[in-house]
C-alpha cells in the first residue's frame, strides 16, 4: 500500500491523540501482578499493547508477540516469576533483537529460560516460579526497558529487589514512569542513591487506573505546526498532563526553540487537561540535543530540522539501531531521497551540517516496518508539496488512527494498494 499526501493552508483543529503505549503497558503488566479484576481504563489500542493484552488474557503454551519489543521484555519478566511454562516468539526482526542482558540477571535472580535458537535473542522458553531477589547489578546504558522489567517484578520477589545500575543511564524518565507507577499501584520503591533503586517486598493492591494519552504522538503534531507557515494555525489536544511523567514530554520544551508555544488549559499538574499550540516565528542556525532521555523523538527532528534548513547534532542515540528497524541507516537513506546528507558518528551521534545531494523525483519513502518513521516523515509534505509513504499501515504499532487524524485536520491523502 502506498499513501500519497498535500498539505492544508491552514490547521485549526482538535486531535484525537492515542492513551500512552508506554503507560498502558506498564500499567497492564502491574495489574496482572497484582491479581486486579479492575483493568485499567483508557488503554492504548496500539498493536504493541494489543498483544500483551491477548497474552496475559489467554497464556497460550506459545505466545507470538509479533514485532513488540516491550512486549517481549516486560512478558519475559513477567512470566519468570508466573507459575506456567510458556514459549515466547516473534516476527524475524523481533528474533533479532537482543534480550541476553534480561535474561542473564532474571536467570542470577534464580529465572529458569532458554533459548530456543541463538544464545542472546528470542525465542525463550520460561518455566515461571517464585524467585527469591535481592541484590543484582545491570548496565545502565541498555534499553531501559529492561531495567522497568526488573523493577515492576521486584514486589513479587521474596526478598524484593535492590538493583544498582552500573555506568551511564539512558532513558532516565521511562525508569521513573515505571517506579511511579509501581507507587500508584502501593509498591514501595524508590531511587536510594543516583544509581541505585530498592524494591520492597510489599505486594501491589488492586485499584481503577486511568492511562494518560500520548506526548511522542503529541510530537507529530508539534512538527506540523513547525512546518507550517500560516502562525494562525492552531492545534488541540485532550488527556495531557503538564506534570506528566513521560519522559517525551519534554517535546513542549524541545519545539518551543523552534517556535512553538505550548499553553494548558489547568494549571494541577496532576490533571488531564487540553493543551493547545501555536507557532511564533523563529530562526534557530544550529540546533543541538542530546536525546538520551528522549529517543522516540529522534526521527521527528532528524527528518524536521533539514527541511527547515536547521543544521543539527543529535546525541545519545545509540539505542536506534536495535529498536524496529536500524533507525541511523534508515533515516540516512530516507533522508538521502530528499537531497540532505545526514552523517552519523560511532552509532550513537547523527549531525547535518548543511551537505547536500541529488533528490530522488518523486519522493517515496519507505518505512522499514517502522511506525516512526511513517509519521515523521508525512508531515514534510507541507514543505515539499507531497510526499509518497510506503507501508503506511506501520503505524498501528503506536498511532493506528494517525492518518484519520491528519485528514480529519486537513491533509489530503490518496491511498492506493
Known amino acids: 500500500m502506498q499513501y500519497t499526501i498535500t498539505p492544508p493552508n491552514h490547521i485549526d483543529s482538535t486531535i484525537n491523540l492515542p492513551p500512552s503505549k508506554s503507560i498502558s503497558n506498564r500499567a497492564l503488566i502491574i495489574h496482572a501482578l497484582a491479581g486486579g479484576k479492575i483493568a485499567p481504563s483508557n488503554l492504548s489500542h496500539c498493536d504493541d499493547t494489543e498483544v500483551i493484552i491477548k497474552a496475559l488474557k ?30 515466547l516468539t516473534g516476527t524475524e ?73 552500573i555506568g551511564d543511564i539512558v532513558s532516565r524518565p521511562y525508569i521513573d514512569l515505571t517506579i511511579h507507577l509501581m507507587q500508584e499501584y502501593g509498591a514501595e520503591v524508590e531511587w536510594t542513591d543516583v544509581n541505585t533503586i530498592k ?8 485499584r481503577e487506573y486511568v492511562i494518560e494519552n500520548d506526548w511522542t504522538s503529541a510530537g507529530y503534531w508539534y512538527e506540523i505546526l513547525t512546518l507550517m507557515d500560516d502562525t494562525d494555525s492552531k492545534i488541540t489536544f485532550s488527556g495531557l498532563q503538564n506534570g506528566s511523567r513521560q519522559g517525551d514530554s519534554a517535546v513542549k520544551y524541545i ?55 536547521i543544521h543539527f547534532r543529535f546525541t545519545g542515540l545509540h539505542n536506534l539501531k536495535i529498536k524496529e528497524t536500524d533507525r541511523i541507516e534508515a533515516m540516512k537513506n530516507e533522508m538521502a531521497k530528499l537531497g540532505y546528507v ?43 508539496g507531497e510526499i509518497k509513504i510506503n507501508h503506511p499501515e506501520v503505524v498501528t504499532k503506536s498511532y493506528p488512527h494517525y492518518w484519520d487524524e491528519l485528514e480529519k485536520a486537513g491533509f489530503n491523502i490518496i491511498k492506493q494498494q
Open 255 to 309: 519545539f518551543s526553540l523552534l517556535g512553538i508555544k505550548t499553553t494548558f488549559a489547568l494549571k494541577d499538574l496532576d490533571k488531564l487537561t487540553d493543551v493547545s499550540i501555536k507557532r511564533y516565528p523563529r530562526t534557530l542556525p544550529r540546533f543541538e540535543y542530546n536525546l538520551t532521555n528522549q529517543p522516540d523523538l529522534a526521527q521527528t527532528l532528524i527528518a524536521l530540522c533539514p527541511v527547515m534548513n
Open 58 to 87: 489467554d497464556k497460550p503454551e506459545t505466545i507470538d508477540l509479533m514485532a513488540a519489543g516491550t512486549a517481549m521484555r516486560f512478558m519475559t519478566a513477567y512470566l519468570s516469576v508466573t507459575e506456567g511454562e510458556h514459549t
Open 93 to 165: 526482526r523481533l528474533r533479532q533483537r537482543p534480550i541476553g542482558i534480561l535474561v542473564e540477571a532474571l536467570r542470577f535472580l534464580g529465572a529458569e529460560i532458554d533459548y530456543l535458537g541463538e544464545e542472546g535473542y528470542p525465542p525463550l522458553r520460561i518455566r515461571g516460579k517464585c524467585l527469591e531477589g535481592g541484590q543484582l547489578e545491570i548496565v545502565g546504558n541498555v534499553s531501559s526497558q529492561y531495567i522497568s522489567a526488573l523493577l515492576m517484578i521486584g514486589p513479587t520477589l521474596k526478598n524484593g529487589l535492590e538493583l544498582k545500575l
Open 342 to 384: 545526514i552523517n552519523d558518528i560511532n552509532d550513537s551521534e547523527m549531525v547535518w551540517d548543511g551537505e547536500r545531494c541529488e533528490k530522488t523525483e518523486p519522493v517515496v519513502i519507505d518505512t522499514y516496518k517502522d511506525h516512526r518513521i511513517a509519521m515523521a516523515f508525512a508531515p514534510l509534505c507541507i514543505q515539499l
Open 199 to 206: 524494591v520492597g517486598a510489599k505486594p501491589y493492591i488492586e
